[in-house]
């Protein structure tokens, strides 16, 4: 089951560099294999991590937008 | 031929490719925005890179930013359509030193990059190669800068409005930086004497894109930051600060509008500055 990365608080509170905030928030913890569901109010946000995959280590399994909710599963290689 | 300071997505995208538009994409992270994927056609300004001076702290000069110009194929007569990642911050500062050289046809994308993807808009990762110009700066307009001084002889100047853009916990002093940036942190917390906090996120919508004129304009004049007086706006290193310089000089038309751009990380750290916290 995926874990759940909530950014809009911190999206609430601050402007981290997006891929500090992969690193912090999922990447530093992660293990290969493990899934993450990632919110984002922010269509950059979720344009980078959609993209940014190849170079962080992760595959991107699912993007979805919905109401201004911004999501993407990604699993960790 | 005239060009409106704000510009809709809606709007540029029926002009890709046209002649006579530059559009240029302003970043503080470019490796997770422009080299991701920007707008088609669209080039590159790093802001770090190309628009502050090196080694010591100041914005590009007069000499630089004529190589700027050229080197991204901009002609003096060039519309520019300005837009970037962080909410356009650095697009609006963008803008303000394409103000200061006199580049008279520039514009701001409303939304920036978010909206921009928001729509679904054409994104590409292929960098495009201009034609090098010959750019020259026919006029220099400082008057829309302030620098420590100026600010300290105005303090309490009845016809002053000083605005502070940052959060209020910063203009409270309870912070010295955003928690995403504690390398810029000040040595002392709080604000100028006499500035009013009006954060820089107040002028935009949930989507990025500005709130209407007169709702603005009404925000303002509440907070005692009128057309008859001087304005000066800071914030922390100027980037915020040109965003409210876009909204009271060109969507409002304020007169006398200044970024004083050493903002609080000198203020802050000057040795004898007055403050105030709360």
């Excluded at chain 1, 928030?25 to 190849?54: F, M, R, V």
């Excluded at chain 2, 994308?109 to 201009?130: A, C, F, K, Q, V």
């Excluded at chain 2, 709702?215 to 409210?244: F, N, S, W």
Aim: proline share 6%; glycine share 8%.
């Amino acid at each position: 089951m995926a874990k759940i990365i909530d950014f809009r608080k911190i999206e609430e509170k601050c402007n981290l560099p997006k891929i500090e905030a992969i690193q912090t928030y999922i990447l530093n913890q992660a293990h290969p294999g493990e899934e993450y569901e990632i919110l984002s109010k922010d269509p950059d946000t979720w344009y980078a991590i959609k993209n940014l995959g190849e170079d962080l280590g992760y595959e991107v399994l699912e993007d979805t937008k919905e109401d201004g909710l911004y999501i993407i599963k990604i699993r960790i290689l | 031929m005239h060009a409106p300071p704000l510009v809709e997505a809606e709007w540029l995208r029926e002009r890709l490719g046209s002649p006579d538009i530059v559009v240029v994409e302003v970043d503080y992270d470019p490796d997770t925005a422009y080299r991701v994927g920007h707008i088609p056609g669209a080039v590159l300004v790093d802001w770090r890179r190309d628009l502050n001076k090196y080694p010591e702290r100041d914005i590009i000069d007069r000499d630089s930013f004529e190589a700027l110009m050229s080197r991204l194929g901009v002609e003096p007569g060039s519309h520019v359509i300005l837009y970037g990642d962080y909410n356009n911050w650095f697009a609006a500062f963008a803008y303000w030193i394409m103000k200061i050289y006199g580049h008279e046809r520039v514009s701001l994308l409303n939304g920036g990059r978010s909206r921009w993807i928001m729509l679904d808009y054409p994104m590409t990762r292929e960098e495009p190669s201009r034609k090098r110009t010959s750019y020259k700066v026919a006029k220099v307009d400082l008057t829309l800068r302030a620098y420590f001084l100026d600010v300290l002889k105005r303090l309490r100047d009845p016809g002053v409005a000083l605005v502070d853009v940052r959060s209020p916990e910063e203009y409270k002093g309870e912070i010295t930086a955003p928690p995403e940036y504690p390398n810029e942190a000040a040595q002392r917390g709080g604000h100028i004497p006499g500035a009013v906090n009006i954060p820089w996120k107040k002028a935009v919508q949930e989507d990025g894109r500005f709130k209407p004129v007169e709702e603005l304009r009404r925000m303002y004049e509440q907070a005692g930051v009128t057309p008859d007086k001087e304005v000066i706006i800071y914030c922390r290193i100027g980037e915020r600060a040109a965003h409210t310089f876009f909204v009271l000089k060109e969507l409002l038309g304020y007169p006398k509008v200044r970024v004083y751009d050493g903002s609080w990380s000198e203020w802050g750290n000057m040795i004898g500055a007055p403050i105030e916290k709360g």
